[in-house]
């Protein structure tokens, strides 16, 4: 699916038709924002296509990293894992043997790269890596819409203000949790609701009594 990368409005995070199937589609999903003038005719020529990955070791990175492989004959491919600026040399070492552990699979593919990189914020970090590259393929996070709206979900502000081509990707597994979150979103979303506001104002006051306390 396309995307133009308009900002989340009237209770949607990508739109009022996007929504819903990320919600309820029963197969791997992959949605696309790119400029219009996507793929400029200096990237036909490349011999090597750059595509970056970036991952915090999410359900979707395999789809992410086996789509990447796929898009050329010869494709190099950075996947990235962003920690604060301010982490010292023993959490880099720390997150770099993760970083290789979730990505062991594809350690040994052609091109194949994995590396930590420290910035002050994870959306800096990955559009600063994403302007040096041809593509950026990441997962759509886990949180459930509503939080998502109100806290800002990271890759679709990365696809948003990428200023090359994003394609997030959600893999389809099956589980009984999968169907359950889409049988939740038919069952509720077209319900009478709370204003949106209001709906904040719930949410707050719901995740602010179930923070464990001494009591």
Request: proline share 6%; with cysteine; net charge positive.
């Amino acid at each position: 699916l396309g995307w133009k990368g308009e900002p989340s409005r009237g209770g949607y995070l990508l739109g009022s038709t996007l929504d819903p199937v990320i919600q309820q589609v029963s197969c791997n999903l992959a949605v696309v924002r790119a400029n219009p003038d996507w793929p400029a005719e200096s990237l036909l020529k490349k011999e090597v296509v750059d595509v970056l990955v970036p991952t915090a070791g999410g359900p979707n990175t395999p789809l992410a990293m086996n789509l990447a492989l796929g898009l050329a004959q010869q494709v190099r491919i950075q996947s990235v894992y962003v920690v604060p600026a301010t982490a010292g040399a023993a959490s880099v070492a720390e997150s770099r043997r993760w970083l290789e552990e979730v990505t062991k699979p594809w350690l040994h593919a052609p091109g194949f790269q994995a590396s930590i990189i420290q910035a002050d914020n994870i959306i800096a970090g990955v559009l600063g890596e994403a302007a040096r590259c041809d593509m950026t393929l990441l997962g759509f996070t886990n949180e459930n819409m509503f939080s998502q709206l109100l806290f800002g979900a990271i890759p679709q502000q990365i696809a948003a203000e990428n200023k090359g081509a994003t394609v997030l990707v959600k893999q389809f597994n099956g589980s009984f949790g999968s169907m359950a979150r889409r049988l939740w979103w038919q069952t509720t979303h077209f319900l009478p609701k709370l204003s949106f506001d209001e709906r904040v104002d719930v949410y707050k006051q719901i995740r602010r009594g179930a923070r464990p306390k001494i009591d």
